[in-house]
């Protein structure tokens, strides 16, 4: 890789994660960034692997920081972190379906974050219930906003990402 192609790579993957704290923090401040219902409008940026190889260490490290500034447990900042990686890895593989590819960061959060919230946090009302909540945060912040993000950057691709 040029030396042009890695602070390109670096200075998108740093701005990706800038994005992602601030919306984490905006949910935060509306009580939606973590508990056992969760709508962080940060997961919209889940989308951004289609586009952007160097969303995969932006989401990554912007969610690891988020967690942390969030003053999140340590088994949250872990875990939570491997499922957004684990899902912007799978999203930027299914980057060519539009249909499959919001399915990744849903799914990671969906079967990861629940057992979190039950075993690291000691919530009321257990895994099953977990995932349901989670996955519905998922599928309306990934889902529903990320879908949104995706159709206005796909119209503009062309000058947003050269």
Known sequence: MKKHNKTAFLTQSGV?????????????????????????????????????????PGLTVGCLLANILCGNLFWDVLFGTLATFLGAVGTRALRNRPLTALLPPIVANTLIVPFVLAYAYGLPGGVPLFMLTVGLGEVLSCGVLGRILWSVLDKHKGALFQ
């Open 16 to 56: 990706i994660a800038a994005l992602y704290v601030v919306l984490t923090l905006v949910s935060k401040a509306m009580g939606l960034d973590s508990g056992q219902i969760q709508l962080r409008l940060s997961e919209a940026l889940c989308i951004l692997p289609v586009f952007l190889p160097a969303a995969v």
